[in-house]
């Protein structure tokens, strides 16, 4: 004898009525949790948070004219029906009253318990945030982080806020179109992927039907006639389909109900308007779904319906081998019936079924008798959702913080929200990304280390470059090497994901800013050394030790002789008031006993004594009016004049003391200089632009790019009259956006 079971029949139209039974009841709710919760305490407990929320509310009537207690029962009956725990019921009940009443946190801890008092305490700060808002529009991207940051916390607080938003938006009717519209939007970006991502079906799907009724009135309209029109027909050729599968699954004897199911309202909506698509041409507007009991069932029932119509190639999806990322688990495919019309066809089981409505309250729904531990069931989420984990990770990010909401709600809607590419780890795990994602965004999801280090990827056996795209079933293992050189500039346009983008930015900001960093103390340095050396100090050490004072550092209000330094490089105190300072003298060229020539006041430097001894400038060093110089003499061709810090005469003593000639007019002399900077548009233009506001002429202009750092040389020589002016432009270069080092270059 066949032990299958008769095809229960049920078509199911909830999501586009109006909700059944407006005006529940404290008893209706208990009707729905007595079935799964029979412990007495529980269900006492439950029961006096009903009546403490009740008595709070009571003479209080929402907008739309019921008492408020209404909504925390609406509320309730919607999260029993996820067969939630007594907690979360509880809290269902109170999420309101601390806020609306004279009722504290504190109150409710020493009623019902720590756990209920952490959920109305969450609830009521998630509260408190919009309410700091005088209007919607008022209601930022900060905020929505700062929600599901509260969110995140615990599940339970999300379902129960999600419950609570379904009942708001059912009863969005009695407020302003303003606020209708806000609220409907708010719903479609906040809630509803919070509600898919979780898997919970039901309620997103609702939200979303809600939400376009408010924003698209019209449309909503012009579907529901659309669906309405095709009724009769659709029903006809339903039926016959629905018995032909059902007689040969029979026949089989297999387990099995059936169901067919509209689609939803919005995803006829998004087909419509987005994609474009004609109402007839969405053929999969109905549903048939058949639900047995194992998967082996599954696959049976998807080979005879095959055996019997023909599928339409492509739309076989085996979501059993290959769950979502929200856990849904379902064979999918579409078959052409007799009469030409299309259906999809949705084989599960009953447990897939639940997962496919209900979602992650499937998986957390209230075990009796088992003792209920709130962190073990979120960790074990957690671990189910993997997704959730990043979520929480996301938001708690402190380079959010701030300014920086609206790149989280971006990053939030990409990398998580609509992550559709689904990669595994060599141990299996599942790590989903947005589409057009690259081995890298895969290697900074696993751990910023690992993308920090990555070098390449073996995907699927081969060994693949760093900015390879990766697609659903790709299975990705990152190398990664100590001797990487960690992200560059070019890796930003790498990666797809926005978390994987903010996190190689913020590492290339560190470096800038130690680059920054240690190249000031290096130019500090320099000039510091330049300076004593052209008073007779040579010697370097000395040159520190005197530098490293106390009495020094207090002088300056430097922290450290490096902070010193630093503030030196940047020429805040300029090396001259440091020596001014320490009461320097010079310890080689006393000014006293020089005469120098003066005979030819054409040239620009005078030398000791001499008279007709032939000038020129050094072409190593170039040293320009400003610069400490000293002559060097060189055998038949006269003085050479360097800097004294010059390493080409460095030791010599065929050096003879020069100056410069002060009454010598303006005349302009050659300098070579380099200037670094991170490479970026416009940089070269920027820097001509300097040049030009100064007034000088540049010759041999060279800019050497290194591709692996993303830095650049720019090498010129340019025409100064004064290390004045060479000082003040060098500055003007370090303010450009990108430029950290400029310097003087000896050949
Ligand atoms: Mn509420």
């Given at each position: 004898m066949p032990m299958a079971k008769k095809p229960a029949e049920k078509q199911q139209q909830e999501t586009i009525q109006k909700p059944p039974h407006v005006g529940r009841t404290f008893m209706d709710v208990f009707d729905v949790y007595a079935t799964y919760i029979t412990d007495q305490k529980d269900r006492k407990m439950i029961e006096n948070a009903y009546k403490f929320a009740e008595e709070k509310h009571r003479g209080v009537y929402r907008k739309s004219g019921e008492p408020y207690i209404e909504h925390p029962i609406e509320v309730c009956y919607i999260i029993a029906k996820l067969q939630a725990g007594p907690a979360t019921i509880a809290a269902g009940f109170l999420h309101d009253v601390v806020e609306d009443s004279d009722a504290t946190v504190e109150d409710i801890r020493k009623l019902f318990g720590d756990d209920v008092a952490f959920l109305v305490d969450s609830l009521t700060k998630i509260q408190r945030m919009k309410l700091s808002h005088r209007t919607e529009a008022d209601f930022e991207a900060e905020d929505h982080r700062k929600i599901f940051l509260g969110m995140a916390k615990d599940v339970r607080v999300i379902i129960i806020k999600l419950a609570d938003r379904l009942h708001n938006m059912r009863t969005l009717e009695s407020l302003s179109p303003a606020r209708q519209k806000a609220l409907s939007e708010e719903t479609l970006d906040v809630f509803v992927p919070i509600a898919h991502r979780l898997g919970i079906f039901t309620i997103q799907s609702e939200l979303q039907d809600l939400s376009l009724k408010f924003l698209e009135p019209e449309k909503y309209k012009e579907i529901l006639r659309l669906l309405d029109e095709r009724e009769k027909n659709r029903n006809e050729s339903l039926s016959a389909v629905k018995k032909r599968i059902a007689d040969v699954i029979?026949?089989?004897?297999?387990?099995?109900?059936?169901?067919s199911r509209i689609k939803s309202i919005y995803s006829i909506y998004r087909k419509m308007y987005k994609k474009n698509y004609n109402f007839d041409e969405i053929y999969d507007v109905l549903a048939i779904r058949i639900i047995t009991q194992s998967e082996m069932n599954c696959y049976e029932i998807l080979g005879l319906i095959h055996a019997m119509y023909k599928p339409v190639p492509g739309r076989f999806k085996d979501y059993i081998a290959?769950?979502?990322?929200?856990l849904y688990q379902s064979l999918h495919t579409t078959i052409v019936a007799g009469d030409g019309n299309i259906y999809e066809i949705q084989i599960r089981t009953e447990?897939?079924?639940?997962?496919?409505?209900?979602?992650?309250?499937?998986?957390?729904?209230?075990?009796?008798g088992a003792h209920y531990n709130p962190k073990e069931e979120q960790k074990d989420i957690e671990e189910k959702l993997h997704w959730f984990r990043d979520f929480i990770n996301f938001s708690s990010e402190k380079e959010y913080d701030g300014e920086d909401a609206k790149d989280y709600m971006a990053a939030l809607s990409n990398d998580i929200f609509n992550a559709n590419v689904y990669v595994f780890t060599p141990m299996g795990k599942v790590i989903d990304l947005p589409q057009g994602s690259t081995v890298l965004d895969f290697a900074y999801r696993i751990?910023?280390?690992?993308?920090?280090s990555a070098v390449g990827a073996v995907v699927n056996g081969s060994i693949v470059p760093l900015n390879?795209?990766?697609k659903t079933g790709d299975v990705c293992e990152i190398k990664t090497s100590k001797n990487s050189k960690g992200p560059n500039e070019g890796w930003l346009s790498i990666v797809k994901t926005a978390g994987a983008k903010s996190r190689i930015r913020k590492f290339l900001n560190e470096k800038n800013a130690e680059a920054f960093e240690s190249s000031n103390i290096e130019k500090g340095k320099n000039a510091i050394t330049e300076a004593f050396r052209a008073r007779g100090y040579n010697d370097e050490n000395e040159v520190m030790n005197l530098i490293s004072q106390q009495k020094v550092l207090d002088e300056f209000h430097a922290a450290s002789v490096d902070d010193l330094l630093k503030m030196i490089g940047a020429r805040n105190p300029t090396p001259s008031s440091v020596i001014e300072f320490l009461n320097i003298r010079t310890k080689a060229l006393p000014k006293t006993s020089t005469h120098y020539s003066s005979q030819d006041?054409?040239?620009?430097?005078?030398?000791?004594?001499?008279?007709?001894?032939?000038?020129?400038?050094?072409?190593?060093?170039s040293p320009i009016p400003g610069d400490d110089i000293i002559g060097f003499i060189t055998k038949g061709k006269g003085i050479t004049v360097h800097r004294v810090n010059c390493p080409n005469i460095k030791g010599s003593s065929r050096v003879i003391p020069v100056r410069w000639n002060e009454d010598l007019g303006i005349s302009s002399y050659p300098v070579d200089v380099e200037v670094y900077a991170n490479d970026r548009p416009n940089l070269l233009a920027d820097i001509l632009q300097v040049m030009a506001s100064k007034g000088l002429a540049v010759h041999d202009l060279h800019a050497h790019l290194t591709t692996e750092t993303m830095n650049t040389v720019v090498s010129m020589k340019i025409f100064v009259s004064s290390a004045k002016i060479l000082e003040d432009t060098f500055s003007m270069l370090l303010g450009i956006k990108g430029v950290y080092t400029c310097e003087r270059i000896i050949h």
């Open positions: 029979y026949e089989h004897n297999i387990t099995f109900r059936m169901e290959m769950p979502k990322p929200n447990e897939m079924d639940s997962i496919a409505e209900t979602g992650v309250a499937a998986h957390w729904k209230y075990k009796e751990h910023t280390k690992v993308g920090e390879t795209v990766l006041s054409k040239n620009p430097v005078l030398v000791e004594g001499g008279s007709n001894i032939a000038i020129s400038l050094s072409k190593c060093c």
